[in-house]
């Protein structure tokens, strides 16, 4: 049995990952397989000429087995492929309105990508036997969606590769890498068996803290806030875990208007309630639109709004208010090191993380910060492999700086 590796993204750490994973598991027993169409269309931070891609793809071709999928003109558009589609076409666009009809040459170039991810499914399920277990890039985009939903349904073993937060590698998930659930689970078994001696994980945990309660959005707080709340909703951004493929992904976000939903079915509008806005909606061109059934649900319940663009001080709300609620902004994280009690709605790793703190390792509810930064930085570890050598790394920083030069000098779509 093989292993077959999709390249679908021509970015230098992901297709050196590739190459990284070929090492580990065999370069005999492993092929890499790529889309024609893939070659001749962009994809979410992707905008290499095709030339490019193609000398990245002749040198590979100098030291592995390459199957190169060809175009089908009769494949049939999977509807499996929309969700990929709209995927890079919100992430690209930092839209979360965004349609073909506002996009359409662009949307065009994903529907290629789409398909030609459908064509590599379609010649892994043709095979005379079964892979081992295929690598695909990230799973969500364009480029990877509709394989996945093909190869899925066939019980064909998945792995996903994706950057890491670790400069010098990156991360292999024997599971899709935005199930945050089963993150969680896997962040706290990790945990409970790491071997860092806890004077180091102490240190690590207290800057973790430190940089979280610093970071960028920080310096947008400009107005002080002295009312208090019973309750503040944090929203999140909109397109951050939607068009997932729940049924792999194993998970369901209820977004930001079922979180305000959930709050007033569980809280009413008896209790003072403050609902904000994430900040990142401010470069989203259809925020007033997907934040206007929020304002006028607010209005109606005589909560107070705060918008992407309020300077209003988030640490203030948390700081009063008895509970802070969320579903998957990362905000969360800054309420419980201020020391909030918080309320985590939806299938997401904090979910996991506070009730195994609490229900099975019996930790008290003043020293649940402490372990929460602790067990958040590793992260790093978790499904985490180095590329081969130093050397390998530094070819590789050559080549980012080429395809930095290259997107820089994109076509607007």
């Not at 064509?119 to 043709?126: D, F, W």
């Not at 090191?337 to 703190?357: H, M, P, T």
Request: proline share 4%; aromatic share 12%.
């Amino acid at each position: 049995m093989k292993n077959y590796i999709v390249i679908n993204d021509f970015r230098s750490i992901p297709l050196f990952s590739a190459v990284s994973i070929a090492l580990r598991t065999g370069v005999k027993q492993t092929k890499f397989i790529v889309s024609h169409r893939n070659l001749n269309s962009i994809e979410y931070g992707q905008y290499m000429p095709n030339w490019y891609k193609k000398i990245k793809l002749k040198i590979l071709k100098c030291f592995f087995d390459i199957i190169v999928v060809p175009k089908y003109p009769d494949t049939d558009f999977h509807q499996s492929a929309l969700k990929g589609i709209v995927s890079s076409l919100q992430s690209i666009t930092c839209d979360s309105g965004a349609t073909e009809k506002l996009y359409p040459v662009l949307t065009e170039a994903l529907k290629q990508q789409a398909i030609g991810s459908q064509e590599i499914g379609n010649y892994i399920l043709s095979l005379n036997e079964a892979p081992k277990v295929v690598y695909i890039f990230n799973g969500r985009t364009a480029s990877a969606s509709a394989c996945v939903y093909l190869l899925h349904n066939e019980n064909i073993n998945i792995r996903y590769y994706e950057y890491s937060t670790i400069v010098g590698g990156y991360n292999d998930y024997p599971y899709p890498c935005h199930s945050s659930f089963q993150l969680g689970q896997s962040l706290m078994e990790l945990w409970r068996k790491n071997t860092i001696s806890k004077p180091e994980l102490f240190v690590r945990g207290l800057n973790y803290e430190n940089e979280k309660l610093n970071n960028t959005f920080v310096k947008s707080y400009v107005t002080s806030v002295s009312d208090h709340y019973d309750i503040v909703v944090f929203l999140g951004s909109d397109h951050e875990y939607t068009n997932l493929q729940t049924e792999i992904v194993k998970m369901k976000a209820i977004e930001n208007i079922g979180l305000v939903e959930h709050v007033l079915k569980k809280y009413g509008s008896n209790k003072k309630i403050a609902v904000k806005a994430h900040p990142n909606q401010r470069n989203d061109p259809s925020s007033l639109v997907s934040l206007k059934p929020i304002m006028d649900l607010c209005k109606t319940n005589g909560y107070t709004y705060f918008g992407p663009e309020s300077g209003v001080s988030s640490y203030d709300l948390i700081r009063n208010s008895s509970l802070v609620i969320v579903e998957y902004s990362s905000i969360v994280l800054d309420a419980i090191f201020l020391g909030a009690n918080v309320e985590v709605v939806g299938d997401r790793d904090l979910k996991v993380i506070l009730k195994q703190l609490v229900e099975i390792d019996k930790i008290a509810p003043g020293d649940i910060k402490y372990h929460v930064r602790e067990i958040m930085t590793l992260y790093n570890e978790l499904f985490f492999h180095r590329f081969p050598s130093i050397f390998v790394y530094q070819v590789i920083r050559i080549f980012e700086r080429i395809d930095q030069k290259l997107n820089k000098l994109k076509n607007d779509l």
